[in-house]
């Protein structure tokens, strides 16, 4: 509801407005009107519009707004999808290219008896049409039976987790991709040459298709292990993000403190009945609260530690002028009674806390925080000062002169990541109720005392809403939810990527070694020790691993550039991070060889050469 006074007040900054356009009208049209509008009024009413504050008004579409702050977030795993997609599909395009082997003499005979190229092309893709229909198939049933695993999944990070489903776009976009995959899979693994008909009297082995494929095999190594790196990068900074965000310091101290919001509605002017009666209603619950077993300390306050309202009001300190141009300081505002800086943990680093006289009919007097200590009172004491609200918004407060009575420490009311932000208490009980909540400190067991807490609560305010009941710290692991989801989810495809990309190595060289057998018989025969021949093959796989190695270092460095968004106090190309990445993937390259290579070692050169 918005009053009259909301309303005819120029300087109530405090409302959101949501439009529809009229009929035939666009979208710059409705911005050119606000646009013109607005200087229209900053010239009519400067006073409420003053340029050093740097107001704006913007008109957003609606759905914009709303997919904002997830649009980084979406296209960090959209991009995360299609790279594990990427080395899926060189994953899979190893196995047609290996089994096209088996099969060259099998197409020259086809080709020699008349079977043109396309016809050849449309044999393969047929074949790769059914493979990947079944593999479509697979994965869709898959999908299906993961969405309530998901859901359960993200619904500890998202309250719109239950909308997450498969629809028929989805499904559609799978087949057409699946398809795409079969059609690219048939160009791969048939390269048509003039020399065909000559492979049928050599035995169906072509040079020239052989050095192709075995290049295109080695490139698509190590395309793997470059995407692999790059997606293992991106899962390591947003996993140390995680960590840096939930080692972030608050401010205060935060063991052992529960919150509750508990907003009584009152009229929201000051000693009317109603707000007589919400105060004593908001004294009794915290007197019943502070004698519960486990409880040391209550505090009521408007808006609960580590939370903000966006209650902004602009200040003035007396005997400073501002300066002419300079922004007007802008501090948050918010209620407090005497406990609520002891409960919340929040430090008094000069001056006192309120005391039980700060109430209606005393002098009035504040608390700020140390950053608008700063601004307003540079190099000096604040405490006894004085300061006036020269942008009041809310018709409750007055412009009356204020004095300061202490500095507390900053807190990161606007979220672990945010800057502190200026923070101005008044007295709970000296000012209109705007909204309330309690902040009660106890031992080790307040986590499982809250809803008996939430009961008391319940029985004295039976009409009331009981909102985020819950400690600091489960406060504190809600914020970071959303960056843990985004780490776990890179981290996760990462992970597949890694696997796929050591099956995908280890195919490739298992493959290699099969077929150099009787060239491998020959070099042991010629005196090659077994130790020698690991040595081969596992140099000339770390030789794609280190291709993929340094290609993947190169794109992670541009490609992290873009995470710069969704990390805190992390840099996009963080040494340590890529350090441990190449590790990681050198170690797990070079494993994947390892099998191959330990094979190639026991290769009996009598045996290969006699079959041979």
Request: aromatic letters at 4%.
């Amino acid at each position: 509801h918005i009053g009259a006074t909301m309303q005819q007040n120029r300087q109530h900054r405090m409302t959101e407005v949501v439009a529809r356009l009229a009929p035939g009208a666009t979208l710059a049209q409705a911005r050119v009107q606000v646009a013109t509008e607005y200087a229209r009024l900053r010239q009519q009413y400067p006073e409420a519009y003053p340029a050093e504050a740097g107001y704006q008004v913007a008109v957003i579409p609606f759905k914009q707004a709303l997919g904002a702050r997830a649009q980084l977030t979406l296209a960090v795993l959209l991009a995360t999808a299609v790279f594990v997609l990427i080395i899926a599909a060189a994953n899979v395009a190893n196995l047609p290219l290996m089994r096209s082997v088996r099969r060259e003499h099998e197409l020259a005979v086809r080709a020699s008896l008349g079977a043109g190229v396309g016809r050849l092309r449309r044999l393969l893709l047929v074949e790769n049409l059914m493979i990947s229909g079944l593999g479509a198939s697979l994965g869709a049933v898959l999908a299906l039976a993961g969405v309530p695993l998901l859901t359960a999944f993200a619904s500890r990070y998202s309250p719109r987790a239950n909308e997450i489903h498969l629809d028929a776009t989805v499904l559609a976009f799978a087949l057409a991709l699946a398809a795409l995959v079969a059609v690219l899979l048939s160009m791969v693994a048939f390269i048509p040459s003039d020399d065909m008909l000559a492979s049928v009297s050599a035995g169906g082995r072509r040079a020239g298709g052989t050095i192709r494929r075995q290049r295109l095999q080695s490139g698509l190594v190590v395309v793997q292990v470059a995407v692999s790196v790059m997606l293992l990068a991106g899962a390591g900074l947003l996993t140390r993000t995680t960590l840096r965000i939930a080692e972030a310091p608050t401010g205060l101290q935060t063991e052992n403190v529960l919150t509750m919001s508990v907003n009584l509605r009152v009229s929201g002017v000051l000693g009317t009945d109603a707000d007589v009666l919400a105060r004593q209603q908001y004294d009794r619950i915290r007197d019943e609260l502070a004698a519960q077993p486990g409880v040391r300390l209550v505090g009521v306050g408007s808006i609960m530690p580590l939370r903000t309202m966006g209650m902004l009001v602009s200040l003035a300190a007396e005997g400073r002028a501002p300066e002419p141009g300079a922004p007007v300081p802008r501090a948050d505002l918010r209620m407090a009674g005497p406990e609520y800086f002891a409960a919340a943990g929040i430090p008094i680093q000069r001056g006192r806390p309120f005391l039980p006289t700060d109430r209606s009919g005393a002098p009035k007097v504040v608390i700020i925080n140390q950053l608008l200590a700063q601004q307003l009172f540079p190099g000096e004491d604040p405490v006894g000062r004085r300061l006036e609200l020269l942008d009041a918004q809310s018709s409750a407060l007055s412009t009356d002169w204020r004095t300061v009575v202490g500095v507390a420490g900053n807190t990161q009311d606007g979220g672990p990541e945010a800057q502190p932000m200026p923070a101005i208490f008044m007295p709970f009980a000296q000012e209109a109720l705007i909204s309330g909540g309690f902040v009660v400190r106890g031992d080790s067991t307040i986590a499982a005392i809250a809803p008996q807490v939430t009961r008391l609560v319940r029985r004295l305010a039976p009409t009331t809403p009981i909102e985020n009941v819950m400690t600091i710290a489960q406060y504190k692991d809600l914020s970071v939810a959303p960056r843990r989801l985004n780490a776990e989810l890179v981290s996760a495809f990462g992970l597949l990527a890694m696997i796929l990309s050591a099956v995908g190595i280890a195919g490739v060289f298992a493959f290699s070694v099969s077929a150099r057998m009787t060239e491998i018989g020959v070099r042991m025969s010629l005196g090659a020790r077994p130790g020698q021949v690991q040595q081969m093959v596992l140099a000339e796989g770390g030789v794609l691993v280190g291709l993929g190695l340094l290609l993947g270092v190169a794109g992670a460095y541009g490609a992290t550039g873009l995470l710069r968004g969704l990390l805190f106090d992390v840099s996009p190309r963080d040494p340590q991070t890529f350090a441990a990445t190449v590790l990681a993937m050198a170690v797990i390259g070079l494993a994947a060889c390892w099998g191959p290579a330990a094979r190639a070692a026991r290769i009996d050169p009598a045996i290969t050469l006699r079959e041979g």
